[in-house]
C-alpha cells in the first residue's frame, strides 16, 4: 500500500504570492490532517478533513485555507505569503475521524523570499 | 490547551546502549503517539498509546495517564535510531479528531 504522498517535495516562492500543496492519503483513508512545522514554533496543527468537511482548525490566519475531494485527497493553500510562513508542511491521514494512528507524508518544504 | 513537555531535550548514546525518553502532559488525554523524525523530515509513527504499554522490537512505550506521562525505552541503540523524537496528544475535551499537540521533541543522537 502506498504512503501519504505530499507534492511538491520542495518549493521556492515570494513575498505576496500564493501556493497550493497537494496531499494524497493511503488508499482508504479518509481524514487528512495538516501541520506546520518549523524551528521557533515546532509542529503545529493547521486543519483536518473528513469526507469533505472541516473538523478541527487550528489557530492560524484565515490566509491558510484547505479543502478536501472526493477522494479524499486534499490541499492546503497559502494566500498573500509572508517570510514567516517558510516551514515544512506535513499532510497526515488516518481510517476514520480520530483517535488512532496517524500516517505522515515527506512533507513540502516551502521557502519564502 | 493542553501543554506537553518532552525531556530530555538532547541525547547522545554510544551504540549498543539503553535509553528512556519521557512525555508529561497536562490534562487528560483520548490519544497519546510517539514519532520518530528522521533527518530527511519524514515522521514515522512508533506508537499509538493512550494508556498501557506496546513493544515493537527494540523499542517499547508505557502511558500512566492518570499521572500524566508517558515514556519511550529505546534498547540496544544503533545509528539508525538518531534524529527527533516526538510525543503528541489530544486532549480528552478537544472534541475528537486528530487535532494532535506535539512536544518540542528529544534530538537524540546514537555514536559507534
Known amino acids: 500500500k502506498a504512503g501519504v504522498t505530499q507534492t511538491p517535495r520542495y518549493l521556492i516562492k515570494t513575498r505576496g504570492q500564493q501556493v497550493t500543496l497537494s496531499c494524497s492519503p493511503i488508499?482508504?483513508?479518509?481524514?487528512v490532517s495538516w501541520y506546520q512545522q518549523t524551528p521557533g514554533q515546532g509542529l503545529q496543527f493547521l486543519f483536518e478533513?473528513?469526507?469533505?468537511?472541516?473538523?478541527n482548525k487550528g489557530n492560524f490566519p484565515g490566509r491558510f485555507s484547505g479543502r478536501q475531494f472526493s477522494n479524499s485527497r486534499s490541499e492546503m493553500n497559502v494566500s498573500t505569503l509572508e517570510l514567516g510562513d517558510s516551514a515544512l508542511y506535513l499532510c497526515?491521514?488516518?481510517?476514520?475521524?480520530?483517535?488512532?494512528?496517524?500516517?505522515f507524508g515527506s512533507g513540502t518544504q516551502l521557502s519564502v523570499l | 490547551g493542553i501543554q506537553v513537555e518532552q525531556s530530555p531535550p538532547d541525547l547522545i548514546l554510544q551504540e549498543g546502549a539503553n535509553s528512556t525518553l519521557r512525555c508529561n502532559f497536562s490534562?487528560?488525554?483520548?490519544?497519546l503517539q510517539w514519532f520518530h523524525q528522521n533527518p530527511w523530515g519524514q515522521l514515522i509513527n512508533l506508537f499509538y498509546?493512550?494508556?498501557g504499554t506496546k513493544q515493537n522490537g527494540r523499542l517499547s512505550a508505557t502511558t500512566v495517564a492518570t499521572e500524566r506521562y508517558s515514556l519511550l525505552y529505546i534498547s540496544s541503540s544503533q545509528t539508525t535510531d538518531s534524529g527527533v523524537y516526538f510525543c503528541a496528544v489530544e486532549g480528552f475535551f478537544t472534541g475528537g479528531g486528530n487535532k494532535l499537540t506535539f512536544g518540542t521533541g528529544t534530538q537524540l543522537k546514537v555514536e559507534l
Open positions: 478533513y473528513f469526507s469533505e468537511t472541516q473538523r
Open positions: 497526515a491521514s488516518s481510517p476514520r475521524q480520530g483517535n488512532e494512528k496517524l500516517f
Open positions: 498509546i493512550p494508556s
Open positions: 490534562d487528560s488525554v483520548n490519544n
Open positions: 488508499s482508504g483513508h479518509r481524514s
